[in-house]
């Protein structure tokens, strides 16, 4: 199945976090499959805090948009329709909460969880955490909220 962000348009596909257009990114993939979301990622060797860990803000930007991205799955399974169809369900983070539960260690594939907790209006709650060799290392909410319609206008516009 198709990452949800190779479903965005092009106008909407710059984020440095997750957008396929975006070649100094991360582009990260969100794949639903139904129940929650996953992503997987191999941080670079500078992506270090202290040698042989993790930064911080990149395990942060990595729950942001795989927040995101899981959010605008769910919604346009919710409405029963084809992912990346218009009129676009595209989310905004208007909140973000990380708890570093431990140290990630740096090497390894880290694969990324996003689970709805709520789906109500243009809102989307989500869950998620980080799991590295079975371990669950970072955990995190997301307050997605989908782009009001003259942000969409706009953007779409100007491209
Ligand atoms: C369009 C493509 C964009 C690509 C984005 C890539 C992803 C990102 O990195 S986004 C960058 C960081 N985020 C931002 O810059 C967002 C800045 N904030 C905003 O633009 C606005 O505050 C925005 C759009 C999030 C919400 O504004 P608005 O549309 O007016 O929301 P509003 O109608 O008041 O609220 C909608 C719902 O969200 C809730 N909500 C809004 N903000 C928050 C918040 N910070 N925390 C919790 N809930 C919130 C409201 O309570 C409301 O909930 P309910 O329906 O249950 O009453």
């Known amino acids: 199945m198709n990452a949800i962000q190779d479903t965005y348009p092009d106008e909407l596909s710059h984020c440095y ?17 139904g129940n929650e979301a996953i992503a997987r990622f191999t941080p670079r060797p500078y992506h270090t805090a202290v ?7 990149l395990l942060a930007s990595l729950i942001d948009c795989h927040g995101t991205g ?10 029963g329709r084809e992912p990346g169809t ?9 909140s973000l909460r990380v708890n570093f539960l431990k140290p ?31 371990e669950t290392t970072v955990q995190g909410e997301v307050v997605a909220v ?14």
């Open 17 to 33: 976090g997750c957008g396929r257009l975006n070649p100094d990114g991360l582009q990260i993939k969100s794949v639903w499959n």
């Open 51 to 57: 040698p042989g860990y993790v930064y911080g803000g």
């Open 70 to 79: 899981t959010a605008a799955a769910a919604a346009y399974a919710a409405a």
């Open 146 to 159: 989908q782009a009001p319609d003259h942000m969409l206008a706009n953007l779409l516009r100007r491209d």
């Open 104 to 134: 990630t260690p740096l090497g390894p594939e880290l694969i990324i969880h996003g689970r709805v907790k709520e789906l109500a209006g243009r809102k989307v709650v989500v869950e998620a955490w980080i799991e590295v060799d079975g």
């Open 86 to 94: 218009a009129p676009y369900l595209r989310f905004l983070t208007a």
